[in-house]
C-alpha cells in the first residue's frame, strides 16, 4: 500500500532518515563538507612533501659527501651563514640592512612602474594611434636582458640609487604596460555602449567599464612585474652597491662561498614569495569575480 504524503513527511524527519530526506545510507552533509575541505587542501600538502622531499634528498647528498661543499653545501652550513649574516659578519652589515636596502630599491621600482605602466597600458589599449607610436619601443626593449642595457644607465644616471631603481623600472614597467593594455579588451562592447548610451564621457567610461573590466589582466601584469623585478635585483645591485642582498651574493660568488650564495637566494625567494601571497590576496579582494563568470 502506497503511504500518505504526511507518512513520506514523518519519514523524512525520522532519526533514520538522512538530511531533507536524503536516506541513511548516504554520507552526512557534514562529513561531505570535511572530505571536501580535505580534496582542498590536498595542493597544501602535496607541496610540503615535496619540499620535505627535496630537503631530505639535499641532506643524504651532502651527509653522504655525493656532492661537493663547494657545489651544494650542507643544510647546517647554509643555516650557519643565515646566522653570521644576521648577526652583521658578512660584509659588515647586519641582514636586516641589506634586506632594507634590497626592498627599497624593488619596491621603488614596482610602484614607479605601477604608477607609469597601467595609464600607459590603457592608453595604448584605447587609442591605436598611441598603440602605434609606443609599441616599437616597448617590444623592442621587452625581450632585453636588464644586463645588456646596464652600461647605459650606468653612464646615463651615475652609480647611485637612481640607476639601480630605474634598471629595475625597466625591467618591470613592459609586463605592467602590455597587461593592461590587454585588459582593455576585456571591455565588453556592449557595456560601454550602453555606459555611452546614458550619457556617460569619456573618462567616465574608462573609470567605470574599461578598468574594472582590465583589473584582473592588470593584476597579473602587476604579479609578473613584481617577480621580474626581483630577478633583476642581482644586477642592479652590481653597481657599486655597498649593501643589498645582491651585492652579498656577488661578493659570496667571487669568494666561492656557495652557503652564503645559498642563503642570499632563500632570502630573495622568501620575500618574493611573500609579495607574491600579497599580491594573490589582492586580486582575492579586488576582482573576486574571477573565474567564475
Request: glycine share 10%; hydrophobic share 55%; proline share 6%.
Amino acid at each position: 500500500m502506497k503511504p500518505t504524503a504526511t507518512e513520506q513527511v514523518r519519514s523524512a524527519k525520522s532519526p533514520g532518515a538522512g538530511l531533507a530526506g536524503i536516506p541513511s545510507g548516504m554520507v552526512p552533509l557534514n562529513r561531505l563538507r570535511r572530505r571536501m575541505q580535505g580534496f582542498r587542501s590536498q595542493p597544501v600538502l602535496i607541496s610540503m612533501a615535496a619540499i620535505l622531499a627535496a630537503l631530505a634528498l639535499w641532506a643524504a647528498l651532502t651527509g653522504q659527501g655525493v656532492v661537493k661543499p663547494l657545489f651544494l653545501p650542507k643544510i647546517g652550513t647554509v643555516f650557519q651563514a643565515f646566522l653570521d649574516a644576521v648577526d652583521g659578519r658578512i660584509d659588515g652589515a647586519p641582514l636586516t640592512e641589506h634586506i632594507a636596502m634590497s626592498l627599497v630599491r624593488v619596491v621603488s621600482a614596482f610602484v614607479l612602474a605601477a604608477l607609469i605602466g597601467i595609464p600607459v597600458g590603457l592608453a595604448t589599449g584605447l587609442s591605436t594611434t598611441l598603440r602605434a607610436a609606443l609599441d616599437p619601443f616597448i617590444e623592442f626593449y621587452r625581450p632585453l636582458p636588464p644586463l645588456a642595457y646596464l652600461p647605459l644607465v650606468i653612464i646615463w644616471f651615475g652609480i647611485g640609487e637612481t640607476s639601480k631603481i630605474l634598471l629595475i623600472f625597466f625591467a618591470c614597467f613592459a609586463p605592467v604596460a602590455l597587461a593592461a593594455r590587454a585588459g582593455v579588451s576585456a571591455a565588453a562592447a556592449d557595456q560601454v555602449n550602453a555606459a555611452r548610451a546614458l550619457g556617460a564621457s569619456r573618462w567616465q567610461v574608462v573609470v567605470h567599464v574599461v578598468l574594472p573590466a582590465a583589473l584582473p589582466d592588470i593584476l597579473v601584469g602587476l604579479r609578473i612585474g613584481m617577480g621580474v623585478g626581483w630577478t633583476t635585483l642581482v644586477a642592479a645591485e652590481m653597481v657599486a652597491a655597498s649593501t643589498g642582498i645582491g651585492q652579498m651574493v656577488l661578493n659570496a660568488s667571487n669568494f666561492l662561498r656557495t652557503d652564503i650564495v645559498l642563503m642570499g637566494i632563500f632570502v630573495i625567494g622568501a620575500f618574493a614569495t611573500l609579495f607574491e601571497f600579497g599580491m594573490r590576496w589582492l586580486e582575492r579582494r579586488l576582482v573576486p569575480w574571477k573565474g567564475k563568470v
